[in-house]
Structure formats: C-alpha cells, structure tokens
C-alpha cells in the first residue's frame, strides 16, 4: 500500500508561500508558509502536519491495543506536541498526551497499551528509517 502527498511552493522561502494536496483530497491545495512555519501565520507548517499524523497514529493503536486486550474505548484523545529548534532547524521531541475513557480498564494496562502504541504506532516508527530521495531540474 502506498500514499502520497504533495508540495508545491513558489518565490523566496520567507516571502513566498506554497499549497499542500493529498492522495485523499483531505488537504487540497491547503496553503502553507514561512509565517505559519516560524510566527503566527494562519496556514499549516510541516511541523503541524506530523503532529496531527502522529496523534492520529498513536490514538490509532491504542485502540487496537486495547481491542486486542478486550476492551472497547469510548473516547481516546491525544494531543502531539512537538518541540521545534528553528534556529537548529530541528524537531526536538513530540510528547503524545492520552486521555481516554474506557470502561474496566486499570491505570497500569492503560500505560502498558499506550506505551506499546508510542513504539508501534508506523509513525513513530516512520520517525527513524531511512529515507530515500530523487531530484531533477526541469528544463
């Protein structure tokens, strides 16, 4: 199974702005920039993006976790921080918050299932491979 997404940006990197589109139409054509990246714009920024994939994994598979374990989960929220270093251009670290209500479970599963999610979920898998790239100049 692949996905895909795509980037298109146009003009310098602090005065120009590009869109975002997905595979699914989610996002299309979602504008993002400099502003949102580094100040207070109202676009997205990369590092927004892999916050929400990263909840969204992990919330993800703690409900598998916990299907898995016999329980059914009425609600699962999760909040991602991530930490950017702009100066470093670097992400430092993602702290994932869980709240969840699920009928029977202990304190002591809930941290089990939510700390077997943070090491399995594929995004933050995704977060150490390799990656590959391929680049071309258009004529």
Not at 19 to 46: C, H, I, K, M, W
Not at 87 to 112: C, F, R, W, Y
Request: proline share 6%; hydrophobic share 40%; net charge negative.
């Amino acid at each position: 199974m692949n996905r895909h997404a795509s980037a298109r940006w146009s003009g310098t990197v602090q005065a120009g702005s590009g869109v975002l589109t997905t595979q699914s139409a989610v996002l299309s054509e979602t504008p993002y920039s400099f502003r949102s990246r580094f100040g207070d714009g109202t676009e997205t920024n990369p590092e927004e993006l892999l916050a929400a994939a990263h909840a969204g994994c992990f919330t993800m598979a703690v409900s598998l976790f916990l299907g898995e374990a016999g329980f059914t989960p009425e609600t699962l929220s999760t909040r991602a921080d991530l930490s950017f270093d702009p100066k470093a251009l670097e992400i430092t670290a993602i702290h994932l918050s869980l709240s969840a209500k699920v009928p029977g479970l202990n304190d002591e599963m809930l941290q089990e299932l939510a700390g077997k999610a943070k090491a399995g979920c594929p995004v933050s898998k995704a977060l150490r491979p390799a990656i590959t790239l391929e680049a071309k100049l258009e004529p």
